[in-house]
């Protein structure tokens, strides 16, 4: 089992940048999946992006493909999601969330109930 903590977020104004980073402990988060999600006031969660054990494999919702970035470094158990050019509609509480399984496959990537763990968010708010 993996425990996940999301840090990062915050308050910017439209157009600016936040890191989200999203640490893991409990087992080496070089087994999972990872992915981010999000989830607004009233809103279902929506996938955001998601990567591969290794890394070589990445996928993101087209409302963000261009603007946000997911990376992770297996030596530190740790997964980012870098989001540039933030606009209003990117507010939210943001999720990180491990996905047991062994193989990558974009079509189930962006699946909520793929995802076995989950952190316990991170708030994202944007102003204009």
């Known amino acids: 089992q993996v425990q996940l903590v999301e840090s990062g977020g915050g308050s910017v104004q439209a157009g600016g940048s936040l890191r989200l980073s999203c640490a893991a402990s409990?087992?080496?988060?070089?087994?999972?999946?990872m992915g981010w999600f999000r989830q607004a006031p009233g809103k279902e969660r929506n996938f955001v992006a998601a990567?591969?054990?290794?890394?070589?494999?990445?996928y993101y919702a087209d409302s963000v493909k261009g603007r946000f970035t997911i990376s992770r470094d297996n030596a530190k158990d740790t997964v980012y999601l870098q989001m540039n050019s933030l606009t209003p509609e990117d507010t939210a509480v943001y999720y990180c969330?491990?996905?047991?399984?062994?193989?990558?496959?974009?079509?189930?990537?962006?699946?909520?109930?793929?995802?076995?763990?989950w952190g316990q968010g991170t708030q994202v708010t944007v102003s204009s």
């Open positions: 990567i591969s054990q290794g890394g070589s494999f990445t």
């Open positions: 969330a491990a996905d047991r399984r062994t193989y990558w496959s974009s079509n189930r990537a962006d699946k909520l109930d793929e995802y076995d763990y």
């Open positions: 409990g087992r080496t988060v070089n087994a999972y999946i």
